[in-house]
C-alpha cells in the first residue's frame, strides 16, 4: 500500500484484519519495532448538529474567522453527508468507518459497546497516545473503545449505573450549588435565550479549557491522537449574550419551504411542543433560533481557534492531521422540520473539513474545494493513512489522500423516529438526491444543483421520470444485499417493522 508520507513505515499489513478486534479496551499497546516513524498528530474536531451551511466559507451570515483560516490551510468537502443522521448512528460510522448497514445502528439507538474495529484502539495500535474530550454519546457511557482516557461531557445524560459527566463533577467543585441548566432550555427544545451564567462555566468553553491542557501539557513521545467533541450547536441553543449582539445586525435568512411540505407544518404554536419534530412557527421564530444557533456556531469557533493557537505554539500545528466535522445537521425549520433525522440537506449534509500535514502527497491543494461524496466513514481510514498504518479491508469509508476511484454515490438512512412515516433509505451523488419511504413506498427526488434548498419535488414529474427509474434501480441494487425481507422479484418491499439493529450489529 502506498501511504501518504513516503518517509512512514507501515506498522501493518496492508488489508489486515482489524488489529485491536481481539484484545479489550484495556489492552498494552504494540511498541514498534525500534524503527523510527514520522507519524503527525492526529486531532478530531466534531460538532453536534452543525448543518452544512453554519460555517463563514458557505454563509456570510455566520461569523467562523477561525474556521475560515483552518479552511485556507485544509481542505472543504463540499459534498459531505451523514448517511444516520442522528447522534448515535452517526457516530458509530464515525467511530468504526462503517456504513450504517455495516454497524448496524439503523437510527437513534445505542452505540454497542465493542466493535472489530474503532477509531481509539486503531490508532493506539498504531502507535499513538490517544484521547478523547466532550460528547461521546456511547453506551455504557464510561466506555473507552480504546481511548486511553476520556473526559466526557453528556450534556446532563446520566443513562449508565452511577454516572456522571467530568464536565458536570468540573462545575460541581468550580461552581458548587450552581444549576448548569439554568438558561432554561431543554436539551431538545428549539426555543432560544442567552446563557444564564458566566461564560467560562459553559460547556463549549470547559471542552476547549481540556484540549488545550492536554495539547500545552503533552509531554509524551508516542504521536498524540486528540478528539474534542464539543455538544453544542446542538439544542439548546445558549450563547453568551457577548455574542448574539453580534448577530443583532446581521441579515438572518428565513427558512427554505418546499412546494411538497404542506401537511408538515400544521403545528403552529411552539408552546404547545417546545421540541416538535414538525411545526411552522414563523420566518421570525425561524430565524431567532438560527441567530442563537448561528452564535453557538461562533462560540465554537472562538475555541477551535485557541485549541489551533495552543497546537501552533507546541510546534504541532503544520504537520498535524486535523478534520473538523460534525455528527449531523439540524432542520431549522425547512420544510417546517425540526431537529434530524430527516433525508433532507439540513438534516444529511455536514461541514467537513481536512487540514492535511505539510509536506502530504497526493492531497488537494491548501484552500482548495472538493467534490467528492464525502461521510463519516471515511474518517477513520485517512487517519490510519496518515499514520502509515493498515486500513482494515472490512472498513467501508475511503482514505482521502490521493484522487482515484471513488463512490459514485452514497447511501443515506434512518429508522422511524419522530413520526411512523419516518423511516426512510435515500442515495445521493451530490447532484441528485433520490428517497424512498419504507412504510408508504413514496419516493422523492430532488435536482440538488439546480434546487440545493430542495423545494421542489421532481419524482412525479414527466420530464424526470428516466432519471427517477435510474435512481429508483440503484435503490433496489442497493438494497438487494440485505434479502428479501427488502428487496423481492426486484421490488423494494413495504416494512410495517422498524428494523432498529441490523443484523451486524455486535451481539445480534
Known amino acids: 500500500m502506498q501511504h501518504a ?61 477561525a474556521l475560515d483560516a483552518l479552511a485556507r490551510d485544509g481542505v472543504r468537502f463540499t459534498r459531505a453527508y451523514s448517511s444516520a443522521p442522528s447522534s448515535t448512528p452517526a457516530r458509530a460510522g464515525l467511530l468504526t468507518g462503517l456504513s450504517p448497514w455495516g454497524h448496524g ?76 441548566d439554568a438558561t432554561g432550555i431543554g436539551w431538545n427544545d428549539h426555543a432560544a435565550a442567552a446563557y444564564a451564567l458566566p461564560e467560562e462555566l459553559h460547556p463549549t468553553v470547559w471542552t476547549a479549557d481540556r484540549a488545550v491542557e492536554a495539547i500545552e501539557g503533552y509531554r509524551g513521545e508516542a504521536p498524540l491522537f486528540l478528539v474534542v467533541s464539543f455538544a453544542r450547536p446542538h439544542s439548546p441553543y445558549d450563547p453568551p449574550q457577548r455574542l448574539l449582539d453580534r448577530y443583532a445586525d446581521r441579515e438572518i435568512p428565513g427558512p427554505a419551504v418546499g412546494d411538497w411540505c404542506a401537511e408538515a407544518g400544521r403545528l403552529t404554536d411552539p408552546r404547545q411542543d417546545p421540541q416538535a419534530p414538525y411545526g411552522d412557527f414563523g420566518e421570525e421564530y425561524v430565524r431567532r433560533s438560527k441567530r442563537h444557533y448561528y452564535a453557538s456556531v461562533t462560540f465554537i469557533d472562538e475555541q477551535v481557534g485557541r485549541i489551533v493557537e495552543a497546537l501552533r505554539a507546541r510546534g504541532m500545528y503544520d504537520e498535524a492531521l486535523i478534520c473538523f466535522t460534525s455528527d449531523h445537521g439540524d432542520m431549522m425549520g425547512d420544510h417546517h422540520h425540526w431537529r434530524k433525522t430527516y433525508a433532507y440537506e439540513g438534516s444529511t449534509h455536514i461541514p467537513f473539513l481536512v487540514k492535511f500535514p505539510a509536506g502530504a502527497e497526493r492531497v488537494p491543494a491548501a484552500g482548495s474545494a472538493d467534490d467528492r461524496v464525502v461521510e463519516l466513514r471515511d474518517v477513520l481510514p485517512t487517519m490510519l493513512d496518515a499514520a502509515g498504518a493498515a486500513i482494515p479491508a472490512e472498513i467501508e469509508g475511503l482514505s ?17 423516529c419522530y413520526s411512523r412515516d419516518n423511516y426512510w433509505c435515500a442515495l445521493t451523488d451530490g447532484r441528485w ?32 421520470a428516466a432519471t427517477l427509474s435510474l435512481w429508483r434501480g440503484r435503490m433496489v441494487d442497493h438494497l438487494a444485499v440485505r434479502g428479501e425481507e427488502w428487496v423481492c422479484d426486484g421490488q423494494i418491499r413495504l416494512r410495517t417493522e422498524t428494523m432498529l439493529y441490523g443484523p451486524n450489529y455486535p451481539g445480534k
Request: net charge negative; aromatic share 12%; with cysteine.
Open 5 to 65: 508520507f513516503p518517509f512512514l513505515t507501515t506498522l501493518a499489513v496492508a488489508g489486515a484484519a482489524c488489529p485491536g478486534a481481539a484484545r479489550g479496551a484495556g489492552a498494552e499497546t504494540p511498541q514498534p519495532s525500534g524503527q523510527k516513524h514520522r507519524q503527525p498528530p492526529i486531532l478530531l474536531i466534531v460538532t453536534d448538529q452543525q448543518r452544512f451551511d453554519a460555517v463563514g466559507w458557505c454563509n456570510p451570515a455566520v461569523v467562523t474567522p
Open 433 to 464: 438526491k433520490y428517497v424512498c419511504f419504507l412504510r408508504t413506498g413514496a419516493e422523492q427526488l430532488f435536482d440538488l444543483e439546480a434546487d440545493p434548498s430542495e423545494r421542489h419535488d421532481l419524482a412525479a414529474d414527466p420530464h424526470f
Open 105 to 180: 445502528l439503523l437510527g437513534y439507538g445505542r452505540v454497542a459497546e465493542h466493535y472489530a474495529c474503532e477509531m481509539p484502539q486503531l490508532l493506539r495500535d498504531a502507535g499513538y497516545w490517544t484521547l478523547g474530550i466532550g460528547k461521546m454519546h456511547w453506551t455504557p457511557q464510561n466506555a473507552t473503545h480504546g481511548f486511553h482516557a476520556t473526559l466526557v461531557d453528556e450534556s446532563g445524560r446520566e443513562e449508565s449505573p452511577y454516572f456522571k459527566s467530568d464536565y458536570r463533577k468540573w462545575l460541581a467543585c468550580k461552581a458548587p450549588g450552581v444549576d448548569p
Open 400 to 416: 482521502l489522500f490521493g484522487r482515484g476511484p471513488w463512490r459514485p454515490w452514497l447511501d443515506l438512512e434512518h429508522a422511524t
